[in-house]
């Protein structure tokens, strides 16, 4: 089955730099989308970035012009560059992704266990 396992997290501080890293394995036809989402102690999961497979990225007006999704189709990997960054992108960060597992069009959703993100002032 598909997993997802997420790297790149740590302590930075504000104004500094971090790339976060996602890879899916397991038997998968195609990517559908991947992203990233955060939750930070007290508050609900919020929905970070996101990059379908033909490349659309969105993101989420407070990471605008600081964080940049970027995705590796043949590798089935997502990345997060987050750069100028502030106290309150401290958060657990997640991968997310809907795949194709064949040509039959069967999907599957799922989460990444988490990497933790700490920026300090």
């Known amino acids: 089955q598909v997993q997802l396992v997420e790297s790149g997290g740590g302590l930075a501080q504000a104004g500094g730099s971090l790339r976060l890293s996602c890879v899916a394995s397991?038997?998968?036809?195609?990517?559908?989308?991947m992203g990233w989402y955060r939750q930070a102690p007290g508050k609900q999961r919020e929905e970070v970035g996101i990059?379908?497979?033909?490349?659309?990225?969105d993101y989420a007006d407070s990471v605008k012009g600081r964080f940049t999704i970027s995705g590796d189709n043949a590798k089935n990997m997502v990345y997060l560059q987050m750069n100028s960054l502030k106290p309150e992108d401290t958060a657990i960060y997640y991968c997310?992704?809907?795949?194709?597992?064949?040509?039959?069009?069967?999907?599957?959703?799922?989460w990444g266990q988490g990497t933790q993100v700490t920026v300090s002032s």
């Open positions: 990059i379908t497979n033909g490349g659309t990225t």
């Open positions: 397991g038997t998968i036809f195609s990517m559908k989308y």
């Open positions: 997310n992704a809907e795949a194709f597992l064949g040509p039959n069009g069967s999907t599957w959703h799922g």
